[in-house]
């Protein structure tokens, strides 16, 4: 068991976290980062990003992690194999305490443990996940320009992958397992006013169906809540759109959350409520969710964590010069 310090402690190795990282080691802050049960974040777990700046080609979402993780290390970045069990905002300097059983302390703390999309768990959904099934239109909605794709879910995060699906589809189906939206009513009405889009009311999704090896989804098998009859519904592309899990937990008490458990920050900044605690990346953003909106709020995290330390450390010599 050994204890590790260091001026700015990161939790997270996605975007924010490594954005914010290579920001703090530049500035010489020595910044660690514990990296959790997904070193690299959710884009490992994808193939092609095409939305990423600077790369003209389409590029693999793990290399698209490995660069930024070198890239963190080659300016000093200290990457720990660990996950954050336990918590103390009371600092500075703030403590963790990793699955090794590791202590980190931190005289700032730069929180950046993303967000999982919640998924249907019906057969298939797995299987054909990126080969047809999704739960991220911004992020794969171009790949199924011009085919037939339906979108699942009631909520706002549903409407709004429906309403921009428009723009690469002629035909966007909604399905939703009741009879009415738990959206915002200014999003149903454009929903409901959309040419290109149909709601399909009453329906579950009982599995999806296709070969993941050979062309993917072709249709859903659906259940009708009401009558319990089965259907199926042809489709090339799912987009299950059933809400986020902000990996919070273990911030309960410590910090606010909002919106179904999303660090609050200072609008427009990655600060939370405590001083010295900043929160970066899909972990306090319900909206864009995006790895270039994480990599740039982590880079706005170390930013303010920098400014943060500078006052530190001339509050420190403020008392040493009285206490002399
Ligand atoms: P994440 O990437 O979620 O990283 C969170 C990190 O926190 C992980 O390293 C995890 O291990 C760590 N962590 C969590 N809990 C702990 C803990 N207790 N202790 C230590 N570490 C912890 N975006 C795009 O811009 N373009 C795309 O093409 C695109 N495609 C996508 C495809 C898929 C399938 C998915 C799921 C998402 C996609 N996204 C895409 C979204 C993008 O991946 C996210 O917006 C981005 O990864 C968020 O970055 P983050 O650093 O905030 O969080
Ligand atoms: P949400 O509001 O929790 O809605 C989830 C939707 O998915 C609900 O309609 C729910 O159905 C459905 N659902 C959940 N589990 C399901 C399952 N197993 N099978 C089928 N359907 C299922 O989630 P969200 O839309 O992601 O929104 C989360 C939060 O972020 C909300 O506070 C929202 O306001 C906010 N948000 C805001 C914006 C914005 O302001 N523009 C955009 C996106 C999200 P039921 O309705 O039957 O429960």
């Keep these: 068991m050994a204890t590790h310090t260091t001026r700015m402690l990161i939790i997270g190795s996605g975007p924010a976290g490594l954005g914010a990282a290579i920001y703090g080691a530049r500035a010489m802050m020595a910044p660690i980062v514990v ?27 793990p290399w698209l992690m490995q660069e930024m993780q070198a890239q963190a290390e080659h300016v000093g970045t200290r990457m720990m194999w660990d996950t954050i069990v336990s918590v103390d905002l009371s600092g500075p300097p703030f403590r963790a305490v990793g699955d090794s059983g590791d202590i980190y302390e931190g005289e700032s703390l730069i929180i950046a443990t993303g967000a ?11 299987e054909l996940g990126g080969k047809g099934v999704s739960a991220c239109a911004t992020c794969d909605g171009f790949f199924y320009r011009g085919k037939k794709v339906a979108v ?40 409901f006013a959309h040419p290109k889009i149909t709601v399909l009311w009453n329906k579950s999704i009982d599995h999806f169906v296709g070969d993941p090896l050979a062309g993917g989804l072709t249709h859903l098998a659906l259940r009708d809540t009401v009558t319990g009859e089965n259907s199926d519904f042809a489709t090339e592309g799912a987009f299950v759109a059933i809400g986020h899990a902000p990996a919070t937990e273990l911030f309960r008490d410590q910090l606010e959350m909002i919106d179904g458990g999303y660090l609050k920050v200072e609008p427009g900044t990655p600060k939370t ?52």
């Design 116 to 126: 999982q999309a919640k998924w249907l768990g019906v057969p298939g959904e797995m």
């Design 35 to 61: 990296q959790g049960l997904q070193p690299g974040g959710q884009l490992t777990i994808t193939t092609d990003v095409e939305n990423y700046p600077g790369f003209k080609d389409v590029i693999q979402g």
């Design 273 to 324: 409520a405590i001083p010295g605690v900043f929160a970066c990346g899909d972990v306090m953003d319900h909206v864009y969710r995006q790895a270039v909106t994480a990599a740039g709020t982590g880079c706005m995290a170390a930013l303010d964590a920098e400014r943060f330390l500078a006052d530190l450390d001339f509050a420190k010599g403020q008392t040493a010069e009285v206490a002399a």
């Design 152 to 191: 699942i879910g009631g909520g706002n995060t549903a409407v709004e992958e429906a309403l921009y699906l428009t723009n690469h589809s002629d035909d966007v189906t909604l399905i939703h397992r009741r009879d009415n939206l738990r959206a915002e009513r200014i999003l149903q009405d454009r929903l």
